[in-house]
């Protein structure tokens, strides 16, 4: 268990077993979703403090309320482990969320009704970079780039000859569904090119980053936005990191732009996540993350798989279930029943509608974190290889059949690999 939940157990009994509930389904479930990952007890320790308590509007040294004098301490040890981390001329730890950071970046570059780029979100984007139901769509003239349809990869002929046309306030780089390392020189030099300011959006891959296992941007995006969670094994929150010419602007978008207090909790927790992404030890399990990636994706094609962009340099394998007949939304609820949690998501030129697309999206972040290597990523692989055929079959005896023996299997595993924060 992550905590001594006696206290929480005398008021609220009912959040209390949801809580053990959510313990066992971790613990129990092999967590294939590549935007979700274990944080360690510490960083479970530091989030769930008194720091909770107080209200830190403004910045260290720079506040609106009194009694900062602790609080100060723990924001400057988050912002100078990130500038060593990532190795950046600034950092802002206070961004509550993802989508947020990026909302931050617009407020602080550009001005509504500017012209904006990013990648398309069938294409393997995110929403806040300009697709039309989010507020980036709605606010600014957003443009899109895309893959090849050939080899599933980012068409940078496509990506120059857009920014060329279009000249774009702020050019995002990175998305949400990208299995392939992301060539942050070519986008910079694209970007000087067309006069734009690029952003890299590093949300899923900041912990390979930090552990060497991706190139980094700094120096050549001038404005990093990343969340501090998924292979950063951080706490829910996000980062702006910057040159020293665009720190503040950053931080006044930030606050009082966009948000009153900083979740000084959550602070703490980045301040943990990243003292432990600075260890040796870190640089081995990002290593490891991108090994057992490429074993598992190795694994799915040799059993019939169609990988969008035929495999993967990096955390995240995409899969096109259309060769098996299936959809991903079926695949994904199958393969939870049977013990593996995975998403459906959209695949490049998708034919499917985004809420029943033809695509399940995986990754190795947790399994990672568990200590799970070659030997169980090659069983992972024909496990997701008998659900799907299952689930092709349409025969709920079957399916119901192979659900229960794989998460019996899937069980029998996860009790040799304890996951970090649990028991």
């Keep these: 268990m992550t905590h001594d939940l006696a206290a929480l157990q005398a008021t609220d009994p009912q959040i209390a077993d949801l809580v053990r509930a959510e313990e066992v389904r971790q613990s129990e479930k092999i967590r294939l979703i590549p935007s979700e990952n274990y944080v360690s007890q510490a960083v479970l320790d530091a989030c769930g403090t008194v720091l909770q308590n107080k209200y830190s509007e403004g910045y260290p040294?720079?506040?609106?309320?009194?009694?900062?004098?602790?609080?100060?301490?723990?924001?400057?040890?988050?912002?100078d482990r990130a500038k060593a981390v990532f190795g950046?001329?600034?950092?802002?730890?206070?961004?509550?969320?993802?989508?947020?950071?990026?909302?931050?970046?617009y407020l602080a570059l550009a001005k509504p009704g500017d012209t904006i780029m990013g990648m398309a979100l069938?294409?393997?984007g995110h929403l806040t970079h300009g697709w039309s139901v989010s507020a980036t769509g709605a606010w600014f003239n957003a443009v899109q780039y895309g893959v090849r349809r050939d080899t599933g990869r980012i068409d940078m002929d496509e990506v120059r000859d857009i920014a060329l046309r279009e000249r774009p306030k702020l050019m995002f780089a990175g998305g949400t569904a990208i299995p392939r390392i992301i060539?942050?020189?070519?986008?910079?030099?694209?970007?000087?090119?067309?006069g734009s300011v690029l952003v890299a959006d590093i949300a899923h891959i900041a912990g390979l980053i930090a552990g060497g296992a991706h190139p980094s941007p700094v120096g050549h995006a001038e404005v990093i936005s990343t969340t501090t969670h998924k292979t950063l094994r951080g706490p829910r929150g996000a980062m702006l990191m910057c040159d020293e010419r665009h720190a503040k602007a950053i931080d006044k978008a930030v606050f009082p732009g966009l948000q009153g207090g900083p979740h000084n909790q959550t602070t703490a927790g980045i301040a943990v996540a990243l003292r432990e992404a600075a260890e040796p030890a870190f640089r081995g399990y990002a290593a490891s993350i991108v090994a057992n990636a490429k074993v598992l994706a190795d694994e799915l094609s040799a059993r019939g798989f169609d990988l969008v962009s035929g495999g993967t340099d990096n955390h995240l394998i995409l899969i096109d279930l259309t060769p098996?007949?299936?959809a991903g939304k079926p695949v994904a609820q199958a393969l939870d029943r049977a013990g593996l949690v995975a998403n459906y998501n959209t695949v490049p030129f998708d034919p499917r509608k985004p809420f029943d697309p033809s695509g399940l999206r995986i990754g190795t972040p947790a399994?990672?974190?568990?200590g799970m290597g070659e030997t169980e990523m090659r069983q992972i692989g024909a496990w997701i290889d008998e659900v799907v055929a299952a689930v092709a079959k349409n025969d709920d005896d079957t399916l119901n059949a192979t659900a229960?023996?794989?998460?019996?299997?899937?069980?029998?595993?996860?009790?040799?690999?304890p996951a970090p924060g649990l028991s």
Excluded: C, W
């Design 183 to 194: 060539d942050f020189p070519a986008f910079a030099a694209i970007a000087k090119e067309a």
């Design 324 to 326: 098996q007949g299936v």
């Design 122 to 124: 069938p294409m393997g």
């Design 367 to 370: 399994v990672s974190s568990r």
């Design 61 to 79: 040294g720079r506040r609106y309320y009194e009694g900062q004098q602790v609080i100060d301490q723990v924001e400057r040890l988050a912002i």
């Design 88 to 105: 950046v001329d600034h950092a802002n730890v206070q961004p509550y969320s993802g989508s947020p950071a990026n909302l931050a970046v």
């Design 404 to 417: 229960e023996r794989v998460l019996g299997e899937v069980r029998e595993v996860t009790a040799k690999f």
